[in-house]
């Protein structure tokens, strides 16, 4: 026992100078270098609203005019009709294909199906139209959030929709296909603020229009905060906390939608509907990622045209405008939201 205490005395000095040797020499290169590891922005401020995956939503307008539909292709004559109600149910699926911190990329569908009860019997063949078929808009979009850096970033958007008054499947054609195209450029100022410009290809206001865009998302402290997206929409926010916002704003809806009216002189019209609506909107988390939305506000007439012919520049070949009554409307949806 003396003698192996002797031996560990007598080895002990060689054993802490070959650790401290070994941690000296040590290669730390080969955890590469921190500073050179490049970072990317993401596509969020703090605070701000979940973004939807699935959503699944309903609204309903009162009662309001529908006035100057024409009598027939023929006559001059125009005929007033009140609307009880409007119904809308909207559909909406957003699925990442590809996210991470390089690149984010969305695949989407949405519908939107709206129906006009207009209480009127009529002979009347647009009213009938509005009376017995949907204005439905379906269709697909793609997204995609590009980083570039730290502080840079593209936004790139687009989407394909088939719109109109169909009585079957038969009746969808080429002709209601709408394609839109949103293109951004933005700067991540902060974690708090990003600001981005671009160009839109839009019918959001019935219409085509080319329009340039502005986003800006910024939250001011734990409380207040904005999100622009304009034209299309505009939002003041208020956090009660991380599960309760509520914000008022304005979105601009609306497509140009076909529908078959035989007396019509080349037998089809395009109705170009557009709408602002002034509201506010609560979102509530009820459970793990499951959000519910109630909105209200006013659904302010934009447009509603019917077009005999349109390729995107003949305004003259306007069949006949209807100045829609704005009424107040009610919404409520379920979201399922990204973490």
Not at 30 to 56: H, M, W
Not at 252 to 263: I, K, P, S, T, Y
Not at 279 to 301: C, E, H, P, T
Not at 307 to 314: L, R, S, T
Request: net charge positive; proline share 4%; charged share 15%.
């Amino acid at each position: 026992m003396r003698n192996q205490l002797i031996c560990w005395l007598m080895l002990w000095p060689l054993l802490a100078a070959a650790q401290t040797d070994t941690t000296d020499n040590f290669d730390y290169s080969q955890f590469g270098d921190a500073e050179g590891v490049k970072r990317y922005c993401n596509q969020k401020v703090l605070n701000q609203t979940p973004t939807r995956i699935v959503s699944l939503g309903i609204e309903r307008m009162g009662s309001f005019d529908v006035p100057s539909i024409p009598v027939s292709a023929m006559l001059p004559a125009m005929q007033n009709f009140l609307a009880s109600q409007m119904i809308a149910l909207k559909g909406q699926v957003n699925i990442p294909v590809v996210s991470n911190n390089k690149v984010i990329w969305q695949l989407g569908a949405n519908y939107w199906s709206s129906r006009i009860a207009i209480s009127d019997l009529t002979t009347n063949l647009i009213a009938k139209q509005l009376r017995n078929h949907n204005l439905t808009s379906a269709g697909i979009n793609t997204t995609i959030f590009k980083p570039l850096n730290e502080k840079n970033f593209l936004i790139l958007q687009a989407s394909a929709d088939l719109n109109g008054l169909f009585q079957e499947i038969g009746d969808i054609n080429g002709r209601a296909l709408t394609v839109s195209a949103t293109a951004v450029y933005g700067w991540k100022r902060s974690e708090k603020n990003m600001i981005g410009v671009g160009v839109a290809r839009t019918y959001r206001a019935g219409q085509i229009i080319h329009v340039p865009v502005l986003l800006w998302n910024k939250t001011f402290n734990d409380k207040w905060g904005m999100e622009l997206l304009l034209p299309a929409r505009g939002h003041l926010r208020y956090n009660f906390s991380t599960a309760s916002i509520v914000q008022m704003g304005f979105e601009l809806e609306g497509n140009q939608f076909w529908m078959d009216v035989a007396n019509s002189p080349t037998g089809t019209v395009f109705l170009q509907r557009g709408e602002l609506k002034p509201r506010i909107m609560w979102d509530k988390k009820l459970s793990g990622f499951i959000w519910m939305n109630v909105q209200a506000g006013l659904r302010y007439n934009w447009r509603f045209d019917g077009m005999n012919v349109y390729n995107g520049k003949a305004k003259s070949e306007r069949y006949f405008t209807s100045a829609l009554g704005n009424p107040l409307y009610v919404g409520f949806s379920l979201n399922f939201v990204s973490p």
